[in-house]
């Protein structure tokens, strides 16, 4: 039986050879999706009684991981499906509804996509436009969804909305939708500078008729707090690790190649090098501490929207999207030239591009207003074995 490191390597194969093809053509990695359905990797994170294998944020962030070093996109889609996976396990378990939902994805290997972003409220998760309309056991929803990531591949989509046409806009539900339910009718096209591979397409979301057990039963302000933050912030980080690994690697290869042409002479390349592996490091650590401080209040619902926890996270996506983006120019001021330059074996101009998109996915700068108004009651700082 394989391990998890080998079936996630298989995956990570296939998506490095179709990386540049995905990322030229803006098209989906579905040579990558296939070997992740056909290692069963959709439902890893699904409970066992489920069908599952009942894994935890630290093996998927690994995952994350080692397919960010072959393809962006395709670690990303892997990402964003099991942030949504991440609610349904941490929110859906009183529901038999999303219980035999849970067992689909994982004996069908379905494909989730997310709608948070509408036009209007843009990166603004906590607030939505948008509302459920419900008469007697059925509601519709009709959303501006300005962003779906691989929405016409996805098999479910899990959107926000607010709970009633009268609620204020905080006051939202997630809902759950299969690709059979809504009709999505395209409004813009994702020709992006980088992830281009993630399909990030803008439709009008309409979905009729829909039952209402369908709606995840505990508020969206919960399913945010307690395992959205976290899982996005961590899974998203790890992606954009891989992509800086990647890089580094590059960088590394080049200056390896300039010390055996000079034998006897350290390049002078070679102390970037180090500065920039010392970045990459700070990274890493800055994932695994905040990783282990999740992963070690696995449950506790109170301490995972706590205050302290969500600055945590908070700063975690902030410093890691700037680092990510520092480490990669970095990896191409080492390589120079041959990094600038497309096909060649040090080409760093697809990582450069997709790391971009990090400091933007979900603004830093909302994210820092949010974290200003939470530093604003917070009550101490913490102690150094607590983050
Ligand atoms: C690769 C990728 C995939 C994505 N996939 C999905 C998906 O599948 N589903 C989905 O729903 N969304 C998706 N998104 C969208 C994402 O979740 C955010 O909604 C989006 O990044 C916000 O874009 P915006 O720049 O228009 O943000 P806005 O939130 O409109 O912000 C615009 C600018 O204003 C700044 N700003 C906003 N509010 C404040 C504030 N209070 N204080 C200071 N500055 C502020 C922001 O920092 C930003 O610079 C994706 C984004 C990316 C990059």
Redesign the pocket.
Same mark, same amino acid.
Request: no cysteine.
């Given at each position: 039986m394989s391990t998890l490191a080998q079936r996630a390597g298989k995956a990570a194969t296939v998506a490095a050879l179709h990386a540049d093809a995905v990322d030229r053509d803006g098209r989906f990695p579905e040579e990558a999706m296939a070997v992740l359905k056909a290692e069963r990797l959709l439902g890893l994170q699904i409970p066992r009684q489920f069908g599952g294998e009942g894994a935890g944020l630290t093996e998927i962030a690994q995952i994350c991981c080692t397919l960010g070093q072959a393809c962006s996109a395709a670690a990303?889609v892997f990402a964003?499906h099991h942030i949504k996976v991440a609610s349904l396990v941490g929110h859906g378990l009183d529901s038999d509804w999303h219980c035999r939902l849970m067992e689909r994805i994982a004996r069908e290997q379905l494909l989730v996509?997310?709608? %948070?972003?509408?036009a209007g %409220?843009?990166?603004?998760?906590r607030n939505s436009i948008c509302a459920v309309e419900t008469t007697g056991d059925l509601f519709s929803l009709s959303k501006e969804?300005?962003? &779906?990531?691989?929405?016409i591949q996805a098999d479910l989509i899990l959107a926000t909305a607010r709970r009633h046409p009268e609620s204020p806009s905080a006051d939202q539900v997630l809902v759950a939708l299969s690709r059979d339910q809504v009709s999505l009718e395209r409004v813009s096209r994702w020709d %992006?500078l980088g992830?281009r591979g %993630?399909c990030?397409d803008g439709f009008r979301l309409e979905a009729r008729d829909i039952p209402v057990v369908q709606i995840v039963p505990k508020p969206f302000a919960e399913i945010a707090a307690q395992s959205m933050l976290a899982s996005s912030h961590l899974l998203w980080s790890s992606v954009w690790f891989g992509i800086a690994t990647f890089a580094v690697d590059r960088a590394r290869a080049f200056v390896q190649g300039e010390a055996r042409r000079r034998a006897g002479q350290v390049p002078p390349t070679a102390l970037r090098l180090a500065e920039v592996s010392n970045a990459l490091q700070a990274m890493q650590a800055a994932i695994v501490t905040a990783l282990r401080r999740v992963e070690d209040l696995h449950g506790d619902a109170d301490a995972l929207g706590s205050i302290g926890v969500s600055v945590m996270l908070n700063n975690l996506k902030t410093s890691v999207s700037d680092m990510a983006v520092d480490v990669v120019q970095r990896a191409l001021g080492i390589v120079g030239l041959a990094g600038y330059k497309n096909g060649t074996p040090f080409s760093l101009g697809r990582p450069l591009r997709d790391i971009m998109?990090a400091p933007?996915? &979900?603004? /830093?700068?909302? &994210?820092?207003? /949010?974290t200003a108004k939470l530093l604003l009651v917070q009550k101490s700082g913490g102690q150094l074995m607590s983050a």
């Open positions: 990303m964003m996509a997310s709608s %948070t972003t509408e %409220t843009g990166g603004d998760l969804a300005s962003v &779906i990531s691989y929405g %992006t992830m %993630t990030s998109s933007l996915m &979900i603004g /830093n700068d909302r &994210i820092l207003a /949010n």
